[in-house]
């Protein structure tokens, strides 16, 4: 199976995508864009508190507030209404909130970005967007960047495909051309993500969507 070629991910995908609320971005603005875990970390949350943010998808978002820190969002996950159901066999739903809490996502196409925007859980709240040059976001952060074929928090449907804590792949081994095959050109890649956080984020951004005043 072969895997994908860099500059094939950066001719196809020239630009990615975060979303967020606008109530986040004091915080990226001085520490970037950091996953989950990282936040819990930089916030020094205790370990009921991390427990309820990190073992079971979380039912509403969290804004995490501490001295001499600007304030910062973790986003619910109602979305994954049947994740239990659609773990793969060779993971478990541990793994999998694990693998989804330890990374920073983006979108690959702004078709995924609009269907985030527009969802009801969101439509009616102040979001930033962030479009990322993907060559600066892989010449920077290229070993930690891995790729999946889906909206990874969203299993809405009982019929959505299963997932685990290997849905995520290094782009050496992303097989794109076969799933632009099988799925289309909207389906071969859904999500560009980075491991950890990535704290440099204003210096890969071309362009800022909404009020960050």
């Known amino acids: 199976m072969c895997g994908m070629d860099v500059e094939e991910l950066i001719e196809r995908h020239p630009r990615v995508f975060h979303t967020m609320s606008a109530a986040a971005w004091p915080s990226v ?7 989950t875990r990282r936040l819990i970390d930089l916030f020094g949350l205790d370990a009921a508190e991390r427990d309820r943010l990190l073992s079971s ?31 793969d066999p060779d993971s478990s739903l541990a793994d999998y909130l694990d ?7 983006f979108w690959a196409s702004t078709e995924r970005l609009e269907r985030l925007r527009q969802a009801k859980e969101y439509r ?8 990322v040059d993907t060559r600066a976001l892989v010449e920077r952060h290229g070993p930690r960047i891995e790729l999946c074929r889906l909206n ?15 849905s995520w792949l290094p782009i050496a081994d992303y097989p794109y051309g076969e799933y632009r095959r099988r799925h289309g050109r909207d389906g071969a890649l859904v999500e560009v993500t980075v491991l950890d956080a990535v704290p440099d984020i204003l210096d890969l951004i071309d362009r800022i969507e909404g009020d960050i005043d």
């Open 29 to 35: 603005k001085r520490h970037g864009l950091q996953s």
């Open 57 to 87: 998808p979380r039912r509403q978002s969290t804004v995490l507030r501490a001295p001499g820190l600007p304030p910062a969002v973790i986003r619910d996950q109602k979305p994954m209404k049947f994740i239990a159901e659609k773990i």
């Open 99 to 105: 693998a989804i809490n330890s990374r920073v996502f």
């Open 124 to 131: 009616s709240e102040d979001q930033v967007v962030l479009h």
């Open 152 to 166: 990874s928090g969203a299993v809405t449907q009982k019929n959505h495909p299963v997932r685990g804590h290997r």
